[in-house]
Nanobody, 114 residues
Framework: QVQLVESGGGLVQPGGSLRLSCAASGIIFSRFTMGWYCQAPGKQRELVAHITSGGSTNYADSVKGRFTISRDNAKNTVYLQMDSLKPEDTAVYYC????????WGQGTPVTVSS
């Protein structure tokens, strides 16, 4: 059974930082492209960043220079370091594992507010 379990979300002030983690089980983690997506209220889910099995990364324009995605294949975990957070980053953040199939975590909420 595939499980993706996100953690690390919460309430942070503008300009602050958070580190999201996603622990995967039930897949050969190193063979999957791992991604972070976000969904704000009333909006569609959209890509934040992804990292391929080879370590190549891609970011949404809105987070370039502020967010960093990384992976630890030994721990079956993908991370999203979020710096210089803005109120518009407020959303539920979802972890995704993609190979021939696609799997989703349950999401972790991030609220950026003073």
């Amino acid at each position: 059974q595939v499980q993706l379990v996100e953690s690390g979300g919460g309430l942070v002030q503008p300009g602050g930082s958070l580190r999201l983690s996603c622990a995967a089980s039930g897949i050969i983690f190193s063979r999957f492209t791992m991604g972070w997506y976000c969904q704000a209220p009333g909006k569609q889910r959209e890509l934040v960043a992804h990292i391929t099995s080879g370590g190549s990364t891609n970011y949404a324009d809105s987070v370039k220079g502020r967010f960093t995605i990384s992976r630890d294949n030994a721990k079956n975990t993908v991370y999203l370091q979020m710096d210089s957070l803005k109120p518009e980053d407020t959303a539920v953040y979802y972890c995704n594992a993609r190979n021939l199939l696609s799997y989703w975590g349950q999401g972790t909420p991030v609220t950026v507010s003073s």
